[in-house]
């Protein structure tokens, strides 16, 4: 079975000042890695996703990750958050392209 | 394009009733993912269509349940209410197992609020 671990349920942080949300998962297999964000009153959206090769993924908004294998982490970064940036995000994993499992959030309040 | 839509956008209930919630996916998506997000219990998978058929099904009792259209579209069905199925209820498309991607992106709609009181 797969698991997601998201360490920090919620993240303050200054405008422009960088930001990492951690990750960390557990399978016995191989995964596809995934960062959502949600904003209030709304659905999923995907942020960047990992299925393979590099080990760095860019995705939208500046955000990147970095997949770490020997450290089953997943951890996502922006070097300078926006007040815009204020929202949930999830972590998750999905098996073969089957179903997701996500964290259980951490929620991100950006502050002027 | 259109992307995933679920109606109602808030459905208020009370225990023992019925619920059903729709999900009309991306055209050209015939697969559809049902996720609870309850509060304090994050976002959890109830139920995976692909073709009509039902793929796989989370841990959820049998009450819930659901089924998919012709033409891809989805309802899911809670039977006897409780308190607890209080919840946001998202429904996700992509594309299906036929396709040659090594992986298909699954897009979520608003979601549906279920109040259970």
């Known amino acids: 079975a797969q698991s997601v671990t998201q360490l920090d349920s919620q993240v303050p942080v200054f405008e422009e000042a960088p930001v990492e949300l951690r990750c960390n998962y557990s399978?016995?297999?191989?995964?596809?890695l995934f960062w959502y964000v949600q904003y209030p009153n709304q659905g999923l959206q995907l942020l960047l996703k990992?299925?393979?090769?590099?080990?760095l993924v860019k995705g939208i908004n500046g955000f990147e990750a970095e997949f770490n294998k020997s450290q089953t982490s997943f951890h996502l970064r922006k070097p300078s958050v926006h007040i815009s940036d204020t929202a949930e995000y999830f972590c998750a994993v999905s098996v073969y392209g089957d179903k997701l499992i996500f964290g259980t959030g951490t929620r991100l309040q950006v502050f002027p | 394009e259109a992307g995933v839509t679920q109606s109602p956008t808030h459905l208020i209930k009370t225990s023992g009733q019925q619920a059903t919630l729709r999900c009309s996916p991306i055209?050209?998506?015939?697969?559809v993912y049902w996720y609870q997000q309850a509060l304090g219990l994050g976002l959890q998978f109830l139920l995976w269509?692909?073709?009509?058929?039902?793929?796989n099904r989370g841990n959820f009792p049998p009450r819930f349940s659901g089924r998919q259209f012709p033409n891809y579209s989805s309802e899911l069905n809670v039977n006897a209410l409780e308190l607890e199925d209080s919840a946001l209820y998202l429904c996700?498309?992509?594309?299906?197992?036929?396709?040659?991607?090594?992986?298909?992106?699954?897009?979520f709609g608003p979601g549906t609020r279920l109040t259970v009181l």
């Open positions: 996700a498309s992509k594309l299906g197992t036929g396709s040659p991607s090594l992986y298909n992106e699954q897009f």
């Open positions: 399978s016995s297999v191989s995964v596809y």
């Open positions: 269509y692909d073709e009509g058929e039902e793929r």
């Open positions: 055209s050209g998506h015939t697969s």
């Open positions: 990992y299925l393979s090769g590099s080990t």
